[in-house]
């Protein structure tokens, strides 16, 4: 019997999540992944008008707030027979855009970068650059003052850690300049979605509200230039420097966090009006096999509850899902739901939408030798962000020219009236994974509502057959030769940007913890 440890909370990520593991020989033999709250968001809407949808669940997340919005629009567009235009259709596409860009950077060097350096070897920095040297002036101070955090880490660096001097402090003067080119990529979001960020007023049924001025359309071409710029000569370098180190390789030669090696995408960002051509092309592979990029299929997608805390019963669709509790249930130990694809354990998110359509500066990274895993996914992360500046690019140009012609439209008004009763899904590809919304209206009214987020996907617990959620399966193996130092843990969990308030939402005050680990 090995050692039991248990990571509650895992910080900085949205949310709520706890990480128990049993390390038996220095690797993690088994592992629990727990959502420690629980969802009422669709209860809410049960009885509403379907055009409340949007905007409520909107509010599932501060951060991945426009990506709800815009699943929820693309479920009521289903729903209603609305045909968006290619007006409507380019601002969303780069309404959505925004929160990539935002979003990807915040996680690289906000969320996980502090797990991969020894933050105090700044002190030891040497070289002449005035802006690193500033850098080191602030940190030591800081050190002195005994006021380093967030920056300095909670767990004691490992072999796997960067501790070159000049590379840190690179690093963490990357870091604050980060902190300003995420303001600029959240503003151009408010500049064509309703002058406002978080929960975007401007994308609804059939569209969207908002035809923007030339003044507006100029904004957000210099903002996003600059947030491009940051992306092709910072970023991506830095994803490139730290992922192929003496440090980092190791970690992706030995495909730590590799998990089912089964990959779903929905597709996202339509490139023409009918929504069959995708930027992020949908598909699943199983067992990493890209020899059959099978199509997705809506009506394989199911929940199991058998190991959450909600009433039991088998699996079902999401049109048919409930929010009904079961807190003295037998077993659970989740708020978090098993969805399940053709009854499979998938991953969701950039590694997942690289591999479904095998982007080729990925697979040029696995003939070198790196597997599928933690490393992996933040090089994915990193391709996806710099393709999508090309494409946001593209974008902007087609909307200048689209929008001084005399046909100009952004939304579908003759679709905009509530239908008596209907169904509707709508999909989209969150910068974390699939995104699923699902709506039943019944004499015009809500009857049902329920949404499948990235992080149910890969942060479910067990399923009726005893298959581990991605989390779960992606922590086996992972290296923690000391209990006292899990860092491997929270390295693998956290490079999918985990976001629990999407997936789980009312705190439940009761804990069974075994061991605790504060993390900042």
Not at 334 to 341: D, L, T
């Amino acid at each position: 019997m090995g050692q039991r440890i248990s990571v509650d909370p895992v910080t900085r990520i949205e949310g709520h999540l706890k990480i128990d593991v049993e390390i038996e020989n220095g690797v993690v033999k088994d592992a629990w992944s727990s959502g420690t709250m629980a969802r009422g968001f669709e209860a809410l809407l049960t009885g509403k008008d379907p055009r409340d949808a949007s905007y409520v669940t909107s509010r599932f997340c501060g951060v991945c707030f426009s990506v709800h919005t815009m699943a929820s629009a693309a479920c009521l567009d289903n729903a209603f027979g609305a045909q968006v235009p290619d007006g409507g259709r380019i601002l969303r596409n780069l309404l959505m855009g925004a929160e990539y860009l935002y979003d990807h950077i915040i996680h690289f060097y906000h969320l996980t970068a502090l797990d991969y350096i020894d933050i105090l070897k700044v002190a030891e920095y040497s070289g002449k650059d005035p802006g690193l040297n500033a850098v080191k002036d602030k940190v030591v101070s800081l050190v002195k003052r005994g006021d380093t955090y967030p920056l300095t880490p909670r767990y004691d660096p490992d072999d796997f850690s960067v501790n070159d001097p000049e590379l840190v402090t690179m690093a963490v003067a990357h870091y604050l300049e980060a902190l300003k080119v995420q303001v600029t990529a959240k503003n151009m979001g408010a500049v064509l979605g309703g002058g406002r960020v978080p929960h975007y007023q401007g994308i609804v049924v059939g569209g969207v509200t908002q035809i923007p001025s030339p003044e507006q359309i100029g904004r957000f071409k210099s903002m996003l230039a600059e947030v491009t710029s940051f992306v092709r000569n910072v970023y991506q370098n830095d994803v490139l420097t730290f992922g192929t180190s003496p440090w980092l390789w190791p970690l992706a030669e030995l495909g730590v966090g590799g998990g089912h090696l089964n990959y779903l995408s929905y597709g996202a960002f339509p490139e023409d009006a009918a929504g069959t051509n995708k930027f992020f092309k949908p598909g699943v592979v199983r067992n990493l096999d890209l020899s059959n990029i099978e199509a997705f299929d809506p009506a394989k997608v199911t929940e199991s509850v058998k190991y959450a805390w909600y009433r039991d019963k088998e699996p079902v669709h999401p049109y048919d899902g409930e929010q009904v509790f079961d807190r003295d249930k037998a077993e659970a130990y989740s708020f978090v739901k098993a969805p399940r694809y053709d009854g499979m354990a998938f991953e969701v998110g950039p590694l997942a939408r690289m591999v479904v359509e095998k982007n080729p500066t990925l697979l040029g990274l696995v003939q070198k030798g790196a597997k599928p895993g933690a490393v992996a996914r933040h090089a994915a992360r990193m391709i996806e962000t710099v393709a999508l500046c090309d494409a946001m690019e593209r974008w902007l140009g087609e909307l200048i020219e689209a929008a001084g012609k005399p046909d100009f439209k952004i939304h579908d008004s003759a679709n905009w009236d509530v239908p008596d009763s209907a169904e509707g899904e709508g999909f989209y590809e969150a910068p974390r994974g699939a995104l699923g919304h699902w709506i039943k209206i019944k004499d015009k009214k809500i009857a049902n509502y329920q949404a499948v987020v990235p992080s149910t996907w890969n942060a479910s617990p067990r399923d009726e057959k005893g298959v581990r959620g991605q989390y779960e399966e992606s922590l086996l193996g992972t290296p923690v030769p000391n209990p006292e130092n899990p860092i491997n843990v929270v390295r693998v969990i956290r490079s999918f940007d985990p976001c629990l308030a999407c997936a789980i939402h009312i705190i439940d005050p009761k804990t069974n913890q075994i061991r605790k680990f504060t993390i900042g």
